[in-house]
């Protein structure tokens, strides 16, 4: 009984989580779930006084691009209301972040790295179980599709997909696929660097390849974030001393076998498209190249602006100009310069918060690595997850670790509670 009332109360940030990572499979009032929470978290951080001086020096970086792309518009006399409705969300999912990481650690007191790890594949891991009930089950489907926004991911785009791929709850295509990866390389890391009994190992990789089916239904690009996950397994083996190698051993001989049951899984609940979902290794076994139809296209698609002016001002608008690839769209939105500062900003703001340990730093190179590997195939930013790492290590920074730096001149006692003072009662010591 004590255990359950310990784990009852960590829904709540799963829940936040969860729809923090897939905002339209909430509709609130005609928006996403993403509005609402960025309110709130903007509302509770100017509650709290502005406590973090490094949130100014995001907020100022992400001004910087937005002007970029602002200016890009405006000197094509060209207003994109894409443009004003990113920079909207950005800012919603930052302060979104603060609010889940403030609920976080009201609820751990002294999180971990690994727990809000933990948190963001649990997350994925549930949109996959939900995703898959709703393709077993027509009331399940029901009930979960009313609960979506319906302008961003209709019926009728979802039937149309269904024919061909697992639709997911709250996303689909592409950003599933991705989504998907995201959660493999954050279990990936979880395998090296959190210790665990049979039960939880078991259960972490039950996780990854449950994660891994539904997420290869749904987009072929999960694999990319698999592949990422074992370069992160295989860095961590070799040159992490804190990392627990006994697990990935036992991962890598599991794995055979559970990727061999997860193989008759898919055949036996989704026959009707395991020759799409498969298509990479298929190819691989047959002519030992590791290529699909969409994937083979893709040297066609790296388009460059042959106007000069556009290539180094961009159009302002962000229109799909004839190609998927990330890179190509961003030359034709915002030119060189938007499209540098674009793919260098996740840097910018991981710089803030970089920590003594290179394993750590890793997750977040990790994330930004993937991100870029995933723009070859199309358009996509994964700043949300580099937002909750960001407010993860401000948390840690002023409540637990400069507190601890200050024992020698004031007890940790007085601190937290001239902290606590300032920011209005925001953390219980």
Known sequence: MQKLKEIIPMFLPLMMTFYFIYPQALDVRGRSFIL???????????????????????????????????????LNNMADPYTIGYFRS???????????????YRIHKKPSFNTLLLYIAGAIGLQALITFGMNLNEGIHDFFFSLQMKSELTEE????????????????????????????????????????????FIALILLYVFT???????????????????????????????????????????????????????????PHFSDWAFELFINFLRTGKLETRSSSGLEEMFLIPKDLRVLMLGSGRMLFMGTDVGYSRMLFYVGIPGTLYFYIYPMIVSKFYMTKDWAVNLASAAVIVYSLGLNVKGWIDLNLIIYLFFFYFMFYKYYIYIPTQNIGTRTLASFRKERRVKNNGMLNS
Request: net charge positive; glycine share 10%; aromatic share 20%.
């Open 90 to 104: 950005q800012i919603a999912w930052f302060f979104s972040a603060y609010l889940i990481i403030f609920t976080i």
């Open 36 to 74: 609402l929470s960025g309110v709130l978290g903007l509302a509770l951080y100017a509650y709290h006084r502005f406590p973090f001086r490094e949130v100014a020096n995001v907020i100022i970086a992400l001004g910087v691009m937005f002007f970029m792309f602002y200016t890009s518009g405006w």
């Open 212 to 270: 891994f089916y539904i997420g290869l239904f749904m987009a072929r690009t999960t694999v990319i974030g698999a592949a990422v996950g074992l370069v992160v397994i295989a860095i961590l083996y070799l040159w992490d001393n804190k990392s627990v190698r006994a697990q990935a051993k036992i991962f890598f001989i599991a794995s055979i076998f559970m990727m061999a049951a997860g193989y008759v899984f898919a055949m036996f609940y989704f």
């Open 157 to 200: 785009v979802m039937d149309e997909g269904g024919s061909q791929r697992l639709m997911g709850y709250g996303i689909a295509f592409f950003g599933a696929g991705a989504v998907s990866g995201l959660g493999l390389i954050c279990i990936s890391y979880l395998l090296m660097r959190l210790k665990l009994d049979n039960k939880g």
